[in-house]
């Protein structure tokens, strides 16, 4: 990880602007963006492990990030794939000394940090701030909640679907994408071995569903997909 220093005015900027601190006066900001810092990740590169020490409030600003856990028997499990603009922790900060699960950057990505203790000062001195919090926290949990249950509830082909529409819709926006997780990753992340998922995405190009070139994914029949997950 790289401490981008010479970027320090533009994270600055990025506190004044964020919508995640509006309602914040002058003086709070100011405040904050003392605290604020940058940081530089590369592809695969570690930002912090379940168990570390929490120390910042974080917020992706550029890139994709993957939060994943270990059971018991050491078997990695993908919670969620956050996207620019993301808060990231939301789930553990106000509540744990230590993170339960790892951090690690799926692409090339920026983070914008914020020392956690200065926010906690703001948010004792100013409520609406805090219940905005308390809200960003809500929506991070339901959409984990959600997520795994209509993962959960789907078929292995329903599965894939989904993931597929998921990176098409949500994250990339566009038909087309680098696919940024390994077979394994995606196995990970919607409950299923490499081996279906390689089967899969194998049945789903033979079909004429997508096309696969190297990492490069295109959806062809989007429609199918979207049929696919809700029978599933």
Known sequence: M??????KEECKSCIYSSPLFDGLDEEELAFLAKTSSQGFYRKSEVIFNENDEILR??????????????????????????????????????????YKYSLTALEDSIIYYVDLAALKHVISNNGKFGVKMLARISEAADKVITTTFEINN??????????????????????????????????????????????????????????ITGKTVKVLKADFLHTLQRLA
């Open 2 to 7: 790289k401490i981008a220093e010479s970027h």
């Open 57 to 98: 409030f974080c917020f992706l600003k550029l890139g994709l990030l993957k939060l994943s856990k270990k059971d018991e028997e050491g078997k990695c499990h993908i919670i969620n794939i956050a996207k620019p603009n993301d808060c990231i922790g939301l789930l553990s900060v106000f509540s744990n000394t230590h």
């Open 154 to 211: 789907k078929n292995l082909r329903g599965r894939i679907a989904y993931i597929l529409l998921d990176f098409t819709e949500n994250i990339y926006k566009k038909n087309s994408f680098e696919c940024p997780v390994s077979r394994k990753e995606m196995g990970q992340l919607i409950g299923m071995t490499t081996e279906n998922v390689i089967r899969i995405l194998s049945e789903f190009r033979k079909d004429g569903i997508i096309e």
